[in-house]
């Protein structure tokens, strides 16, 4: 497992952007598959985007499709969420998720929170019309 640290998360208006961190130690080996997923009060948390990072070949829910987009800078052992367009319902509790091989070699998997062996704590963002 490795220790995740989120940070980036803030209130917004409607249509505005945000961009998200997920940093991983640096002496970590960086994890094959990381992701972000979100969770909403009353809501179950949902995958909002898998990355393979080897590859950076990255699979995104349709909800944000677009929208958001998924990056990663090596060197720093970061990953980033770049959200753009965002809207009420995109308010969340957003968390990075690390996880094996066996996460990110199915495109199907890389949005289901089962196959993630690490988590951060979250960084809010609000989104008000």
């Known amino acids: 497992q490795v220790r995740l640290l989120e940070s980036g998360g803030d209130s917004v208006q409607a249509g505005g952007s945000l961009t998200l961190s997920c940093t991983a130690p640096?002496?970590?080996?960086?994890?094959?598959?990381m992701a972000w997923f979100r969770q909403a009060p009353g809501k179950e948390r949902e995958g909002v985007a898998g990355m393979r990072t080897v590859d950076d070949d990255t699979s995104y829910a349709d909800s944000v499709k677009g929208r958001f987009a998924a990056s990663q800078n090596n060197r720093k052992k970061t990953l980033y969420l770049q959200m753009n367009s965002l809207k009420p319902e995109d308010t969340a509790m957003y968390y990075c998720?690390?996880?094996?091989?066996?996460?990110?070699?199915?495109?199907?998997?890389?949005?289901?929170?089962?196959?993630?062996?690490?988590w951060g704590q979250g960084t809010q963002v609000t989104v008000s019309s």
């Open positions: 640096e002496s970590a080996t960086t994890p094959y598959c």
């Open positions: 998720a690390a996880g094996p091989t066996s996460a990110c070699n199915e495109r199907s998997r890389r949005l289901s929170s089962i196959f993630y062996d690490s």
